[in-house]
């Protein structure tokens, strides 16, 4: 081994106060396509069995590869998991944004790079870093992945284990348990494992011999732990799919798109390893569609003729969905549409997060249409949704879509075991032809029998000689006949209504935090609840307010929302989107309290954090 | 044959009857619900499980004017192979009737309709063409004849689109073509196509009274009287049935279908065998080239799988299958638990 230039330029000197144990963030960038994921993984569930709560996200561009990509990893004792903009950490082997890297970070921040060139290609050896107000270790990453001599085709991917290996050394992160997360990526295969560990190991010995540890950031292991024990690690489209497959999925069609695939190719898999019968037949179909007019066709087509149907889309395979959505909410057919939101309008930003798509979907279709929705926030509850959204949508025979998004869906987040399904599957009203005989024959498909909105159909293949009905987007009276009279269309639509005032009561209410004495409160849904719960708590603490809040988790709105919010002073709805689309459809709901309501929406690519969220409502007194 | 003659299911002609159409008298479409009554009446059809469904246009209002024991569902415009993909997944005991139009096939549905056929999704799929849309009042559709003139679309300036050699070269299992003036024609083709296994598609020429029955129109009552040129005569036999009427010894083909049944061809064309494909592609393009109508069976592939085989799902139909089967045990959960990281 050559012997390296340790001067660590420029100088910087010893961290001499306290340290900063177990809160603070990474940012690893990368070049995507390079593999880095599989170090970026290795590290975040490294800490995760150390007992130290972590939270990684990944911000990657929409391309295959060699543009930037960056990979948080926030570490925080007290268990905050919400995204923050700001790391103090950075690992880098992007020379391209190397610039704009360093001048992101604090004053005492800390820089690894390497002092050449994973690929050879730039000149990380001439390079003098701007500031020298931060901390720089320097690694010799070719010099070491050579060492392992890999295959040429994997030398760039590998080559990511360097900075496992002196990331480990500089901040503490047990070798043990990056051993075992690399065994768990390669599922326990030796080979892949002894290349990948050996060459961490290198790293991590070399930097031990080399690097003096000047910065003020260290991982503890936390041994009770209290945030990590009996939990596990998932991405909200992986643990949708799960939950889909508890729901006893019949029929799967979709169109691939950016950021929903996962969900079906988790599916695909799953699927294919817990249902079959036992002649190894699937109890279930799954199709890959032509478009999403044709993924949202057949599970519409799926839906009608019985079986549990859905598909998983972004916000350019919604607005192709609008048609087909539009029939099923008037022809009045079950079926699950998961979005996966992503930043729109248009194509938008297809890898950056958003919850754009909370009032289009809501109201999908032209004419007088109202959807279903369901608003998961976190891993627990794209599970739950995962099954139960088929529960809702037989129950009232309408489109139940679920609005996950980028930042849910494709990044690991930990998590409880999920529970399995309290509740035997609510298939709805389905008039059998046992049913059908003992009516003697008498049933109207669009009746409203028991007074909520909701009648029953019956399947095709109902061996019942008054079982048929002809099911139709076309106006219709009870019995689903052709009907261009206006009281049958008046008719109809005012059930419609009162079946989604029906549905206001049965869909998951919201979940209240209360504290004695606040005058203010956030109303919020999704994925900002980690941003949400942590900014109440610096309310608190640094400014001694205190602050209730409500998550919705259903549209249309639970009347509880509305008796909730009259309670105070002063709503923040607090969102992911430009337009503050919740706030909009709370005013159209509780008119009477929309000057109390305050918009707090922001759309940037990123997750909401704490802090912003904190500065405005201490802004917007 | 006598109203009182039942069929194997004990059931008359009538019980077979939709709605009384409120298409235009005269109209072609009209023909074909009555052929396609008669032929499931024929055929003992359980209507129980029979799924009648369209798209939007004249044509997809027509379910509702035959088979009225039969779920159907007129979905919207041009998507009618999507919602039927996803039926016969859900349940393969259904046996589906789809009608179309050529706009609806043809214009706004033809992707649906190239990909449908290229799985070889379970169904009948009668397409009732007229190259016009009826509906809006007259329109040139994609299979409107280049050159064509009508008093409300002027002259359309576009070739037309074959749906028969669009389903072959998407690798369609059955394809014919009629007019809707050959009730027996349609019959013979109709049971054929219910004892196929994957996608039947069966063009018919359907002529508009209202809107496109001009004389220079390969899609009006005269054109199709005066051009046609009937490739077989199709004849459909199955179990005890015996129709081997006129068939001439040596002149014949017999095309077994997969329920036992036959379709048994009288050839007019010696050169045209409905198994070669490449031989299905040259009558196509003579008759284009002579603007004639070649009706009768242009191809048939029994071997292909359907998209169904093709899924390996159970014999039971996905929609009936019980809970225990469709929701894993706990026990499975925990397995799938203790395999994430945790």
Redesign the interface.
């Known amino acids: 081994m050559t012997v390296v230039d340790l001067q660590q330029a420029p100088a910087t000197q010893l961290h001499s106060g306290q340290r900063i144990v177990n809160d603070f963030s990474f940012v690893v960038a990368t070049t995507n396509g390079t593999g880095s994921q599989t170090s970026n993984n290795t590290l975040l569930?490294a800490l995760?069995k150390m007992g130290v709560p972590a939270t990684g996200k990944n911000l990657f561009p929409s391309n295959i590869y060699g543009l930037p990509t960056w990979f948080y990893i926030r570490v925080n004792k007290d268990n905050y998991r919400a995204h923050r903009s700001q790391a103090e950490v950075l690992v880098t082997y992007n020379f391209d944004t190397f610039a704009e890297d360093i001048a992101a970070l604090p004053p005492g921040g800390v820089c690894i790079y390497p002092m050449d060139a994973p690929s050879g290609k730039k000149k990380w050896n001439v390079v003098t870093p701007s500031r020298d107000d931060i901390y720089y270790y320097r690694i010799p990453v070719d010099e070491l992945t050579a060492t392992m001599n890999p295959d040429q085709a994997l030398k760039e991917y590998i080559a990511n284990m360097v900075y496992v290996g002196a990331v480990a050394y500089l901040f503490n992160i047990d070798m043990g348990e990056i051993e075992r997360?690399l065994s768990?990526h390669f599922s326990g295969k030796a080979k892949p494992i002894s290349m990948n560990f050996g060459l961490v190991k290198l790293a991590y010995d070399w930097a031990k011999d080399n690097l003096q540890k000047i910065d003020p950031y260290w991982c503890e292991a936390m041994p009770d732990a209290t945030f990590t024990k009996?939990?596990?690690?998932?991405e909200g489209n992986a643990a949708a799919a799960?939950g889909a497959?508890?729901?006893?999925?019949?029929?799967v069609?979709w169109y691939p798109i950016t950021p929903s695939s996962s969900v079906a190719e988790n599916l695909q898999s799953?699927l294919a390893?817990?249902?079959h019968?036992e002649e190894g037949?699937?109890?279930?179909?799954i199709?890959q569609?032509?478009?999403e007019?044709?993924?949202?066709?057949?599970?519409?087509?799926?839906?009608?003729?019985?079986?549990?149907?859905m598909t998983a889309t972004s916000g350019p395979g919604i607005s192709l969905m609008a048609?087909?959505t539009g029939?099923a909410y008037f022809a009045e057919v079950p079926a699950v549409i998961w979005d996966i939101q992503r930043m729109g309008p248009s194509t938008g930003l297809p890898t950056r997060t958003s919850q754009g798509d909370i009032i289009f979907t809501h109201f999908l279709g032209h004419g007088d249409t109202r959807q279903v929705v369901l608003l998961p926030a976190n891993m627990e509850e794209c599970f739950r949704f995962g099954?139960e959204a088929f529960d809702f949508a037989e129950r009232l025979q309408t489109p139940v879509f679920v609005l996950s998004d980028l930042d849910l869906g494709m990044n690991?987040h930990v998590c409880a075991?999920?529970e399995?399904?309290e509740r035997?599957?609510d298939r709805g009203k389905v008039l059998t032809a046992e049913d059908l005989q003992k009516l003697g024959g008498q049933w109207a498909r669009y009746k409203d029998v028991d007074g909520d909105g909701i009648t029953y159909r019956?399947?095709?293949?109902?061996?019942?000689?008054n079982?048929?009905?002809?099911?139709?987007?076309?106006g219709h009276n009870e019995n689903a006949g052709?009907s261009e009279k206006v009281e049958d269309w008046h008719n109809n639509l005012k059930r419609l209504a009162h079946k989604m005032n029906t549905a206001r009561e049965l869909l998951p209410q919201p979940v209240v935090q209360q504290n004695k004495g606040a005058k203010i409160a956030i109303v919020s849904y999704g994925s900002n609840d980690y941003a949400i719960q942590e900014a109440i708590d610096y309310l608190k603490a640094r400014h001694d307010i205190s602050v209730d809040y409500l998550r919705i988790l259903a549209l249309p709105l639970s009347p509880k929302v509305g008796e909730f919010i009259n309670g105070y002073d002063r709503v923040y709805v607090v969102e992911n989107n430009e337009e503050g689309q919740m706030a909009q459809l709370m005013r159209m709901d509780f008119p009477q309290k929309a000057p109390d309501l305050v918009s707090v929406a922001r759309c940037n690519g990123m997750p909401l954090d704490a802090e912003w969220i904190m500065s405005q409502v201490l802004e917007r007194k | 044959m006598g109203r009182t003659k039942t069929n194997e299911l004990g059931l008359l002609a009538a019980d077979y009857n939709g709605r009384p159409s409120t298409l235009c008298p005269g109209c072609g479409h009209n023909s074909i619900s009555n052929q396609i009554q008669q032929a499931a009446f024929e055929h003992s059809l359980d209507q129980h499980f029979v799924v009648k469904m369209s798209g939007i246009g004249c044509s997809s209002k027509t379910p509702a004017y035959f088979m009225g024991r039969s779920h159907a569902f007129n979905t919207i415009h041009g998507r009618m192979p999507s919602v039927t993909t996803g039926v016969m997944l859900a349940n393969h005991q259904l046996k589906a009737i789809g009608v179309s139009g050529d706009g609806d096939t043809g214009n706004i549905g033809f992707s649906q309709f190239k990909h449908l056929v290229r799985r070889n999704v379970p169904m009948v799929y009668i397409i009732e063409n007229n190259g016009v849309y009826g509906l809006t009042k007259g329109q040139f559709s994609a299979t409107a004849d280049y050159g064509q003139k009508t008093k409300y679309a002027g002259k359309n300036e576009l070739p037309a689109i074959d749906l028969c050699a669009e389903a072959l070269l998407a690798d369609c299992s059955f394809v014919a073509r009629s007019f809707s003036g050959d009730a027996k024609q349609i019959r013979s083709l109709l049971r054929a196509a219910f004892s196929h296994r994957g996608t039947a598609v069966i063009d018919i020429i359907s002529p508009c009274v209202t809107f496109n029955d001009a004389a220079d129109s390969t899609k009006s009552y005269f054109w199709g009287k005066e051009h046609r040129e009937i490739l077989n005569e199709v004849g459909f036999v199955r179990g005890q049935e015996d129709i081997a009427v006129d068939y001439e010894e040596g002149k014949s083909q017999d095309v077994q279908l997969h329920d036992g049944g036959w379709v048994r061809l009288k050839k007019l064309d010696e050169s045209h065998d409905p198994t070669d494909r490449t031989s299905a592609f040259r009558v196509l393009e003579q008759a284009r080239k002579e603007q004639v109508i070649i009706t009768g069976l242009i191809y048939i592939d029994q071997e292909r799988s359907t998209l169904v085989e093709n899924a390996r799902i159970t014999d039971t139909p996905l929609v009936n299958l019980p809970e225990d089967q469709l929701r894993p045990s706990k026990a499975t959960l925990d397995q799938a638990l203790s395999e994430l990281f945790g």
């Not at chain 1, 009996?230 to 998932?234: R, S, V």
């Not at chain 1, 497959?245 to 029929?251: H, S």
């Not at chain 1, 019956?458 to 000689?465: F, I, K």
Request: aromatic share 20%.
């Open positions: 569930r995760f997360a768990y009996d939990k596990i690690m998932i799960l497959v508890f729901g006893g999925v019949q029929f069609a799953y390893d817990y249902r019968d037949r699937a109890t279930y179909a199709v569609a032509e478009d007019l044709a993924a949202i066709g057949m599970i519409v087509g799926a839906g009608w003729a019985g079986a549990r149907s048609e087909f029939l099954w690991q075991k999920f399995y399904p035997p599957m019956t399947l095709p293949g109902t061996d019942h000689p079982a048929a009905y002809f099911t139709r987007g076309t052709y």
